[in-house]
């Protein structure tokens, strides 16, 4: 089984509603999961984690560093898929996007929606998308 270091970070806003998260939907561009559901997300290519999650966040949302907020890194995941022969290590963030600044995806996501967080768990996402988001934002499993 192949080890695989990614970065997963939820982007954050406060709404009149309550909070919400951003979910994505990875195109059929992409060499995984394709159609799911997932947060901004990539492989760890340096050793600084912080640092690659504020890079996926600009490449994918189009949010600078000034327009988001980090309020909380999680507790490394380990995600067991057997299907793609892949352990994941995955790094959760979780980002506060500044009221004014809007989401502009990247080529390799086809569709944004902000949802409740409780919400994650029933979309089709990669494997244990809520599980890396409890990490950052505690939720109580439905």
Not at 85 to 113: G, M, Q, S, Y
Not at 128 to 142: G, N, T
Request: net charge negative; proline share 5%; with cysteine.
């Amino acid at each position: 089984m192949q080890e695989a270091k990614v970065v997963t970070c939820f982007l954050l806003r406060h709404t009149a509603a309550g909070d919400e998260v951003l979910l994505l939907r990875r195109s059929q561009q992409v060499g995984t999961y394709r159609g799911r559901w997932a947060g901004v997300s990539g492989y760890l290519e340096e050793a600084d984690a912080l640092a690659q999650a504020y890079r996926e966040v600009e490449e994918e949302a189009g949010l600078t560093h000034e327009e988001v907020s980090l309020l909380r890194a999680g507790e490394p995941l380990v995600v067991l898929d057997a299907e793609a022969d892949r352990r994941w290590i995955v790094h959760p963030f979780l980002f506060e996007i500044e009221p004014n600044a809007e989401v502009r995806v990247d080529w390799e996501h086809t569709e944004a929606r902000w949802v409740r967080p409780e919400e994650a768990f029933a979309f089709e996402t990669v494997p244990q998308l809520a599980d890396a988001l409890m990490r950052v934002y505690p939720l109580d499993r439905p």
